[in-house]
């Protein structure tokens, strides 16, 4: 007999996979019935499982969505963001040409200032020598002024000033090559003699550093009265790096004219001899020579300021501009 003949249903109801069955006909065998149930169970699953997939598929889908949604959302308000707030690292990006450019502008006083300090130089060096010392002596105005000075050095009471390097003729220093070595400078009290009763301080010139005691250079003893021809030569700064001056040991590492004065009892005058005696210290070891390239200084300034200011123009304002945004 057919199963559709055998099942008489009166009532079937099919939801969300349960399978109802009411008035089922007795004459259907169970196994008949078993395998009805199965094939149902087996479909609903597989309904089940589309179903599934299905929803899963949909929410990924929104969730691409949505973070498309998010990340255009992000862009406009950086847009916004842009065009409402001005951009920090294109205004410091425009401060380096305008910085380059005051360097520039500032080199100019330098270079004024320069060529005042040589026009001033120039003068004292040309000038005619002085004969007497001043009784007021202002460090400044009077330094690297010309000096003719007669007089008797007092060589017991000679001071150190080391260490310190030779100058060549040329101006440069001779502490690498040319086979010289380090040495000091030797300075000796200086009795006048067109000025009874006053002493000034004589700076010799430059020894090795073997020769700085004087029983090493007897032949460089200059005794009697003599001629001292030099420059005037204020105090130099006892700043760090350098050493204090140790005045116990007779170590002295930079020009301190009023302690010196103190140490052998004269004034606080040195002059600098431009001369060399034989067998004895060798002098003119200030070379007057004061570069001055601010000129060049202000062209590299300049130049700087307006390849940086092309630059920011090019990469930086046009592209902003063509992209709609305002300065």
Not at 153 to 176: A, N, Q
Request: proline share 4%; hydrophobic share 40%.
């Amino acid at each position: 007999m057919d199963v559709r003949s055998l099942i008489k249903l009166t009532k079937c109801r099919y939801l969300f996979g349960n399978f109802i069955v009411v008035n089922v006909n007795p004459l259907l065998t169970v196994r008949k019935f078993n395998k009805i149930i199965h094939k149902s169970s087996c479909t609903k699953s597989i309904i089940d499982a589309k179903n599934s997939k299905r929803q899963l598929k949909n929410s990924f889908f929104a969730s691409i969505l949505q973070i498309r949604n998010y990340t255009s959302d992000s862009s406009k308000q950086e847009i916004q963001l842009n065009e409402s707030i001005p951009h920090v690292r294109m205004h410091f990006i425009l401060l380096l040409p305008l910085v380059a450019f005051t360097l520039g502008v500032w080199q100019i006083y330098r270079r004024r200032w320069k060529m005042g300090i040589i026009a001033e130089l120039d003068q004292k060096m040309s000038g005619d020598s002085l004969t007497l010392i001043p009784e007021h002596i202002d460090e400044n105005a009077m330094n690297y002024r010309k000096f003719i000075l007669r007089g008797t050095f007092d060589h017991s009471k000679e001071l150190y000033l080391y260490p310190k390097v030779r100058v060549s003729e040329s101006g440069g220093s001779l502490m690498f090559g040319d086979g010289s070595r380090n040495g000091g400078h030797i300075i000796t009290p200086f009795q006048l003699a067109d000025q009874p009763g006053r002493v000034v301080l004589i700076d010799r010139g430059w020894v090795a550093h073997e020769q700085i005691h004087p029983g090493r250079r007897r032949k460089g003893q200059i005794i009697g009265e003599t001629i001292v021809t030099g420059i005037y030569r204020k105090s130099e700064s006892g700043a760090w790096p350098k050493p204090r001056n140790d005045i116990d040991k007779n170590h002295w590492f930079y020009r301190d004219n009023e302690a010196m004065g103190k140490v052998v009892g004269c004034e606080p005058v040195l002059i600098e001899a431009s001369y060399t005696v034989p067998g004895g210290p060798i002098g003119d070891q200030t070379v007057v020579n004061i570069r001055n390239k601010h000129f060049e200084y202000v062209i590299t300034w300049w130049l700087m300021a307006a390849s940086m200011g092309a630059l920011w123009f090019r990469y930086v304002l046009i592209p902003r501009r063509q992209a709609g945004f305002r300065f």
